[in-house]
T-cell receptor, first 112, second 111 residues
Framework: NAGVTQTPKFRVLKTGQSMTLLCAQD?????MYWYRQDPGMGLRLIHY???????AKGEVPDGYNVSRLKKQNFLLGLESAAPSQTSVYFC???????????FGPGTRLTVL | AQSVTQLGSHVSVSEGALVLLRCNYS??????LFWYVQYPNQGLQLLLK??????LVKGINGFEAEFKKSETSFHLTKPSAHMSDAAEYFC?????????FGPGTSLSVIP
C-alpha cells in the first residue's frame, strides 16, 4: 500500500494564481484532513471530510476550498493565492474520527 | 476552547540522557491523546496514543507517555536518547473529529 500520497511535492505560485493540491489514500479511510504547517504554530486544520461527498471547515478555512468526490481523494484548492498561504500543506486520513491519523509527505507551497 | 501546550520549543539532550518532552492540554471532555514525530522533510507519524485504560502508554522506538488527568498532562519520555531521535515532536488532543496539535518541540541530541 502507498498509504497517503500528495501531489505535487513542491510548487511556486504568483499572487493571484490558482492551483489544486491532490491527496489520495488507499486505506479505505472515511475521514480525510488538510492541514497547514507554519513555524512555531504546529499544524492547523484547514478543512476536513467525514465521508465521500461531505466537507467541513476547520480552524483556518478562509482562502481555501475542498472537494471529496471520491472516497480515496481529497482536493484542496486555492482560487487566488496570497503570500500568507506560503506554507507546507499536509493531508491526513483516518478510519474513524477518533482514530490514528496517517499523514502524507507534504506539499511545500511558496506564493510570491 | 481546546488547546495544547508544549513547554519548550527546543530541547537539547546528550546522547544516552533522559528525554522529557512536556505536554499539557485543556479539554472539557475526556480526550484521546497522541504524540507524533516528524523527521526532516517528512510527514508526521504516530509515536503513541492514549484512548482509554492504562494511563502509561508505550510507543515505538522506546518512547512512553503517561496520562495524568489531575494535571491534564501527557508528557513524553525516553530513558536514553539516541542520535536518531532528533526530530520535531507534536502532542495532539482529539476530543472529537477535529485534532488539535501543539506547536511542537524540536529535539536535538548532542553526541
Amino acid at each position: 500500500n502507498a498509504g497517503v500520497t500528495q501531489t505535487p511535492k513542491f510548487r511556486v505560485l504568483k499572487t493571484g494564481q490558482s492551483m489544486t493540491l491532490l491527496c489520495a489514500q488507499d486505506m479505505n479511510h472515511e475521514y480525510m484532513y488538510w492541514y497547514r504547517q507554519d513555524p512555531g504554530m504546529g499544524l492547523r486544520l484547514i478543512h476536513y471530510s467525514v465521508g465521500e461527498g461531505t466537507t467541513a471547515k476547520g480552524e483556518v478555512p478562509d482562502g481555501y476550498n475542498v472537494s471529496r468526490l471520491k472516497k480515496q481523494n481529497f482536493l484542496l484548492g486555492l482560487e487566488s493565492a496570497a503570500p500568507s498561504q506560503t506554507s507546507v500543506y499536509f493531508c491526513a486520513s483516518s478510519y474513524q474520527g477518533t482514530d490514528t491519523q496517517y499523514f502524507g509527505p507534504g506539499t511545500r507551497l511558496t506564493v510570491l | 476552547a481546546q488547546s495544547v501546550t508544549q513547554l519548550g520549543s527546543h530541547v537539547s539532550v546528550s546522547e544516552g540522557a533522559l528525554v522529557l518532552l512536556r505536554c499539557n492540554y485543556s479539554s472539557s471532555v475526556p480526550p484521546y491523546l497522541f504524540w507524533y514525530v516528524q523527521y526532516p522533510n517528512q510527514g508526521l507519524q504516530l509515536l503513541l496514543k492514549y484512548t482509554t485504560g492504562a494511563t502509561l502508554v508505550k510507543g515505538i522506538n522506546g518512547f512512553e507517555a503517561e496520562f495524568k488527568k489531575s494535571e491534564t498532562s501527557f508528557h513524553l519520555t525516553k530513558p536514553s536518547a539516541h542520535m536518531s531521535d532528533a526530530a520535531e515532536y507534536f502532542c495532539a488532543v482529539r476530543p472529537s473529529v477535529k485534532v488539535i496539535f501543539g506547536p511542537g518541540t524540536s529535539l536535538s541530541v548532542i553526541p
